[in-house]
Antibody
């Protein structure tokens, strides 16, 4: 059974930094692309970033490009999202998700974690 | 491109509801459309992938389709149950810009 467990959320001041982690189990971590999706309070889903199975390729939404960095440590079965220069509109529940298709032709997620909440006071 | 969904739909138990997802530019058939259900307080879960495929465990009351004439995808739920209430999101891959696109979501109320 696939399990994804996010951690690292909290309250961070504007301009500050935070690192989110996502521990993965139940599948061969290095064989699957992964992603982060966030959901602001009362709002819809917003894709944040994705990373290839090997970790060599990363992709970002325009809203976070240059501020957030995604990485994965295959030896630890852990996914990371480094948040820098955070803003009030980064406040959201951040979900870690596992790719469910052929990452090189289609992106979708087939498993999601429970999310970790990041709050940036305005 | 963007994906546009109606903010809300409502229907009675036992009835059938269809919700749409319209692609703003480019053909809806260019990239697969996937649908996620998010019940209140829960994480999203796939109900339809690759336009019309159901994951194991999703009842056949859920079906998906695409319509090139309206450049939209649709999610249909028949035999509505109160447990179907929640938010439904369509999603597609923008291969030209290597990004994932979500629709704004449709809130389903089963009254």
């Amino acid at each position: 059974e696939v399990q994804l467990l996010e951690s690292g959320g909290g309250v961070v001041p504007p301009g500050g930094s935070l690192r989110l982690s996502c521990g993965a189990s139940g599948f061969t971590f290095g064989s699957y692309a992964m992603g982060w999706v966030r959901q602001a309070p009362g709002k819809g889903l917003e894709w944040v970033s994705s990373i290839s199975g090997s970790g060599s390729d990363t992709y970002y939404a325009d809203s976070v490009k240059g501020r957030f960095t995604m990485s994965k440590d295959i030896s630890k079965n852990t996914l990371y999202l480094q948040l820098n220069s955070v803003r009030a509109d980064d406040t959201a529940l951040y979900y870690c998700a596992k790719d469910g298709g052929n990452f090189w032709t289609d992106w979708r997620f087939d498993s999601w974690g429970q999310g970790t909440l990041v709050t940036v006071p305005s | 491109f963007m994906l546009t969904q109606p903010p809300s739909v409502s229907e009675s138990p036992g009835k059938t509801v269809t919700m749409s997802c319209t692609r703003s530019s480019g053909s809806i058939a260019t990239n697969y459309v996937h649908w996620y259900q998010q019940r209140p307080g829960s994480s999203p879960a796939t109900v339809i992938y690759e336009d019309n495929q159901r994951p194991s465990g999703v009842p056949d009351r859920f079906s998906g389709s695409i319509d090139s004439s309206s450049n939209s995808a649709s999610l249909t739920i028949s035999g509505l149950k109160t447990e179907d209430e929640g938010d439904y999101y369509c999603q597609s891959y923008d291969s030209s810009n290597q990004r994932m696109v979500f629709g704004g979501g449709t809130k389903l109320t089963v009254l």
